[in-house]
């Protein structure tokens, strides 16, 4: 474990240096440890990939302070009651075109795949969510099949439609809003990502599973997909 200061009320608290499931364990668990231990003086908590951002209140504490009680906190074992639920699977329904999935061409020619086997492969894996950021309901979603796994695009584009479904490497995300972006788009979901209001405000949260299942162009419109946000 090591921490860091970001700034004079925040620091991050890291678990591990890769994509592991393991690690997203202990990502889970510091969060519920932090929560318990710490509610007094903690502000925020932001989850990640391998680690926990810790924003703090100044006017209670100081980070010197903060660093050590995170360590005091994180090394008490997590009791049986307080462990985190079981975390929710979630399927989404995807139209994998290239009317909407904008570059599903390009992963088809960069992984030397036809269409169908991409789409299989895609739908194929139950993806955990990482993290959530970039835009409010982003969630970071891995791995993804090697086979499939390309790189983001070299230029990004200045407006990405709303529900399109995106690769970056061994990452897969879905655009809860019409904002820039650079990940390759092999698709789209009618569904909602983001529920201004609701508490939790995101569809999926960090730990949740996602499954994907393709669906055909009539049953994209019948769930209310659209064709006109370019």
Known sequence: MKIEAINEN?????????IHEAIAE???????SIRRSMADVVLDLVPSYTSVMVCFDLTKTDRFAMASRLRQALGEPVAESEQPGTARTIELPVYYA????????DVCQAS?????????????????????????????????????????KSTPRLKVPTGSVGIAGTQTAIYPSSTPGGWQIVGRTPSKMIDWNSESLALMQVGDRVRFRSIDRQEY?????????L
């Open 98 to 105: 290239p009317e909407v999935g904008l570059d599903l061409d």
């Open 112 to 152: 030397g795949l036809p269409m169908e086997d991409v789409v299989n492969l895609h739908t194929g894996c139950e993806y955990r969510v990482y993290a959530i950021g970039f835009s409010p309901g982003f969630a970071y979603l891995g791995s993804t099949d090697d086979r499939i796994a390309v790189p983001r």
């Open 26 to 32: 202990k990502v889970k668990q510091a969060v519920v």
């Open 221 to 229: 419109i019948d769930l209310g997909g659209t064709f006109d946000e």
């Open 10 to 18: 925040t620091c991050i608290v890291y678990l591990g240096d890769e």
